[in-house]
């Protein structure tokens, strides 16, 4: 087979899983098990628990150890069998460990991925900057295709969704076994001391004020990444006006498929609030569409308005996606809720890439990975549990009524305020000129750190 779509097929699968749950998992929680939103904020803070200190250990792991195709195998294998157990889970305390094992084999295999694919890629002789981009790109539709699959298959408020990505887990961690081998590298480290060996080395960056300011933001920011994850689905599985549309039929085989295909067409002027309606991962999934076009945007932006100005169009761009969301509904304002969506690949691209080619160019050579993972650990880590946790707690006590009926409208304006607030203090106190990079001081290496699809 192929290099490029052994690796490609690798990339499609990792995403994959991670799609089958993650912004259905708020369905499942809320309108199945009706837990309450304290704890959930709780269980979304798992991932970030996760990246502050799992990717570093498995990468020392697989730098000394064993093969990382085979660390990566067995992760995914662990972490399909932790997806199995999910739907056995009976209350929120339990639900929360068992998600938390699950989080820590699956996040370090973010960055095991990259460097199996720049080992194959390397030894193939090909060229990492020309030929990796395309094969990540696979990921994104990965986690597109998954929520599909999940929405269509009516398992987007069942235990169902954790099985396809327990499935899709078990495949990639077979199929991981028969990819090149990636031995380990045989670094020593005996003579490092255990911040080196951590990783942790990159935190003298923080002296430099400059490089905290930016961190903080990258933290305070990481916050908001999560939010629509965690909280879109079942936000509009809340505002669901079934009684206004023609039932559809569940997906279950090609059949099915034709009906649906034929009530949607039989209906052409409601075709997109049938769907919102009975499948609103599929809305939420133009989100990670509009991922795929804004990264080729990107280049454009820079050169022409400068990375602070490009993270500044981020944090306006995060108030127009909750903005939006709080006046949006599935009857005449559902184009808000699309434009949202479209809005959410600005806001998660133009923040994540351009912050990780501000740390690229700003760093020196030796420190330059490191710092990275510092950047990851700030937004997924660090601002993921924060985020996580306390938008649970807040939400459960100001914005849910005794019945459990949240006041979607003023959580997605809470959230746009916050949004508003850390674009305002960003444009105030970070300073930085923008001036134009000589292209052999861009590394892309640091652009392919970021690992969300």
């Known amino acids: 087979?192929?290099?490029?779509?052994?690796?490609?097929?690798?990339?499609?699968?990792?995403?994959?899983?991670?799609?089958?749950?993650?912004?259905?998992?708020?369905?499942?929680?809320?309108?199945?098990?009706q837990w309450s939103g304290a704890q959930f904020g709780a269980i979304f803070s798992?991932?970030?628990?996760?990246?502050?200190?799992?990717?570093?250990?498995?990468?020392?792991?697989?730098?000394?150890?064993?093969?990382?195709?085979?660390?990566?195998?067995?992760?995914?294998?662990?972490?399909?069998?932790?997806?199995?157990?999910?739907?056995?889970?009976?209350?929120?305390?339990?639900?929360?460990?068992?998600?938390?094992?699950?989080?820590?084999?699956?996040?370090?295999?973010?960055?095991?991925?990259?460097?199996?694919?720049?080992?194959?890629?390397?030894?193939?002789?090909?060229?990492?900057v020309k030929d990796y981009p395309p094969i990540r790109v696979w990921?994104?539709?990965?986690?597109?295709?998954?929520?599909?699959?999940?929405?269509?298959?009516?398992?987007?408020?069942?235990?169902?969704?954790?099985y396809v990505a327990a499935g899709a887990a078990f495949a990639l961690g077979l199929y991981s076994f028969t990819l090149p081998k990636c031995p380990p590298q045989s670094s020593n480290t005996s003579s490092q001391g255990l911040m080196e060996i951590l990783g942790l080395k990159s935190f003298a960056?923080?002296?430099?004020?400059?490089?905290?300011?930016?961190?903080?933001?990258?933290?305070l920011l990481g916050a908001a990444l999560q939010l629509t994850n965690a909280y879109g689905d079942t936000f509009l599985h809340d505002l669901k006006q079934t009684e206004v549309y023609p039932p559809l039929p569940l997906v279950s085989d090609f059949t099915s498929f034709l009906q649906l295909l034929g009530q949607l067409l039989s209906h052409p002027s409601d075709t997109l609030h049938i769907l919102a309606a009975r499948y609103p991962a599929i809305i939420m999934s133009i989100s990670q569409i509009s991922e795929t076009l804004f990264i080729l945007a990107i280049p454009f932006f820079l050169r022409r308005?400068?990375?602070?100005?490009?993270?500044?169009?981020?944090?306006?761009?995060?108030?127009?996606?909750?903005?939006?969301?709080?006046?949006?509904?599935?009857?005449?304002?559902?184009?808000?809720?699309?434009l949202s969506c479209i809005v959410y690949g600005m806001a998660f691209d133009f923040f994540n890439i351009s912050g990780s080619l501000f740390v690229e160019t700003q760093t020196q050579p030796s420190i330059r990975a490191s710092a990275?993972?510092?950047?990851?650990?700030?937004?997924?880590?660090?601002?993921?549990?924060?985020?996580?946790?306390?938008?649970?707690?807040?939400?459960?006590?100001?914005?849910?009524?005794?019945?459990?009926?949240k006041d979607w409208p003023s959580i997605w304006l809470t959230f746009a305020g916050y949004s508003l607030a850390i674009a305002v203090l960003f444009i105030f106190i970070f300073k930085h000129k923008h001036t134009t990079v000589p292209a052999e001081e861009t590394q892309p290496e640091g652009l392919l750190s970021v690992n969300q699809a």
């Open 305 to 338: 308005f400068g990375i602070k100005q490009v993270m500044l169009f981020s944090m306006i761009a995060w108030v127009l996606r909750f903005g939006l969301f709080a006046y949006g509904n599935l009857d005449n304002s559902l184009w808000m809720i699309i």
């Open 372 to 405: 990275q993972g510092l950047f990851m650990m700030m937004t997924n880590g660090f601002g993921a549990v924060l985020g996580s946790s306390l938008s649970g707690l807040i939400i459960q006590q100001y914005f849910t009524d005794a019945n459990g009926v």
């Open 205 to 219: 960056l923080l002296r430099d004020r400059k490089m905290a300011v930016f961190f903080l933001f990258a933290l």
């Open 46 to 128: 798992t991932m970030g628990i996760a990246s502050i200190f799992m990717p570093s250990l498995m990468g020392i792991v697989a730098d000394k150890y064993i093969n990382a195709e085979k660390l990566y195998g067995i992760l995914h294998i662990l972490g399909g069998i932790t997806l199995c157990t999910i739907p056995l889970v009976t209350d929120p305390g339990t639900f929360f460990w068992v998600i938390l094992l699950n989080m820590i084999f699956y996040m370090p295999t973010l960055s095991l991925s990259i460097a199996v694919s720049y080992s194959v890629l390397k030894r193939e002789g090909l060229d990492v």
């Open 139 to 162: 990921g994104t539709i990965g986690f597109i295709v998954a929520m599909w699959t999940v929405s269509l298959l009516g398992f987007e408020k069942t235990a169902g969704q954790f």
């Open 1 to 33: 087979m192929n290099t490029k779509l052994r690796l490609t097929i690798l990339s499609f699968l990792q995403f994959f899983i991670w799609g089958s749950w993650l912004i259905t998992i708020g369905a499942y929680w809320f309108q199945t098990k």
